[in-house]
């Protein structure tokens, strides 16, 4: 069951409430000694979560269907990049992420138990049957749950502060809807002023016809300017017109570029860097650090300096703003949060100077 884009959390909508995890969605089915785990496009994951696969049998019952969300922690928050870290080929180093960075499992919703299917139940009656039907361990986890609007928006301010994505909100009465997004999510949102450092082409077409997405940066403490993401999705005739606007800029755009020259510190983010997900670098084409554009995202990864964790959404030009301008503290950091209070369903920001 899948989830669309809502503004803001309601009131009397009929709604049950849960936090939004960042992680990788998973539905788990058990049939006595066999277990799999189910990634949302249908693969198996349990070679990459073995100690997972170990805490699930001792945690569900013995022929079940549970639908959840597969999360990395470190440090008392969600780590994703700790999460993209163990899906990898090699069974030595799964292994030895597996017992570095431990998953837990999220259980959210009971599809099936024994021989009778929830899917046609409420969501809160399958809520009520869910928490009788598993043993819940230090690796797998009921998802905290309210129908109270408050509340729900108290979780979506503090609960951010753990590395959680939002809140989702499920129809009390309504049905689990395989492939339907009958479920809504409220999200963050913010924006910043990024420079517009590059360009990529659009795939399948020709170079200098249309432009498939800009590459956004931002300058750290250091004077860096790191690789923060890209802004994309443009319409057909804003792509045509981007390739048309931005031509001056490609003039001498790699002269003394930073990303090209290699003058920046060692830990800069660049663009097209190799790594495990693609073996050769995408091509690019540097911009004269001349134009800056406001971008809204949803939040940001991999520490400091950060990234945009998805592709971010075009807002308007900023010719009022220097390039130079453009640093990472406009970003909005949310307040520290401990993941074990959430999963307790605490309300209260923790106060780090009382340790």
């Known amino acids: 069951m899948l989830a669309k884009p809502a503004p803001s959390i309601p009131d009397d909508a009929g709604l049950v409430f849960e936090p939004k995890w960042d992680g990788f969605r998973c539905l788990v089915f058990r049939d006595g000694r066999e277990l799999t785990l189910q990634s949302r496009s249908g693969k198996p994951l349990n070679r990459y ?10 945690a569900l019952p013995d022929r079940v269907v549970i639908d959840g969300e597969l999360v990395v922690d470190r440090n008392g928050r969600l780590d994703f990049d700790a999460l993209a870290e163990r899906i ?19 259980a959210f919703d009971l599809l099936a138990l024994d021989d009778d299917s929830y899917l046609d139940v409420g969501a809160r009656d399958r809520r009520r049957l869910l928490e009788s039907a598993l043993t819940f361990t230090d690796r797998v986890h009921l ?39 009958t479920m809504l999510k409220f999200k963050h949102s913010r924006t910043a002023d990024c420079v517009v450092a590059g360009l990529r082409w659009h795939k399948g077409s020709s170079p200098g016809e ?18 923060v993401g890209v802004v994309g999705a443009f319409p057909v005739a804003t792509r045509r ?5 931005l031509a001056e800029l490609m003039v001498n755009g790699g002269a003394n570029h930073p990303w090209v020259s290699g003058a920046q510190s060692d830990g800069a983010r660049v663009p097209g860097a190799v790594s495990r997900w693609r073996t050769t670098e995408q091509p690019w084409v540097p911009l004269r650090l001349e134009r800056v554009v406001e971008v809204a995202y949803e939040h940001t990864e991999g520490g400091y300096p950060s990234r945009f964790r998805h592709t971010a959404q075009f807002q308007r030009w900023r010719p009022d703003r220097e390039p130079a301008s453009c640093n990472y503290e ?11 209070a959430v999963l307790r369903g605490e309300v209260k920001a923790r106060d780090d100077a009382a340790g």
Not at 51 to 57: D, F, I, N, Q
Not at 88 to 106: D, K, Y
Not at 330 to 340: G, K, S, T, V
């Open 143 to 181: 998802t905290p749950a309210t129908d109270d609007p408050e509340l729900a928006r108290q979780w979506f301010t503090i609960f951010e502060g753990a590395g959680l994505d939002g809140v989702i909100g499920k129809p009390s009465r309504g049905p689990y809807t395989p492939n339907k997004r």
């Open 88 to 106: 990898h080929p090699a069974a030595s180093r799964v292994s030895m992420l597996a017992e570095q960075t431990p998953s837990r499992f999220i």
């Open 49 to 58: 979560f073995p100690e997972l696969v170990t805490a699930l049998e001792a």
């Open 330 to 340: 406009q970003l909005e950091e949310p307040a520290n949060y401990d993941l074990a």
């Open 241 to 245: 017109e981007l390739a048309t606007d």
């Open 210 to 227: 249309s432009v498939g997405s800009l590459m956004l940066g931002l300058y750290d403490r250091s004077g860096d300017l790191n690789h």
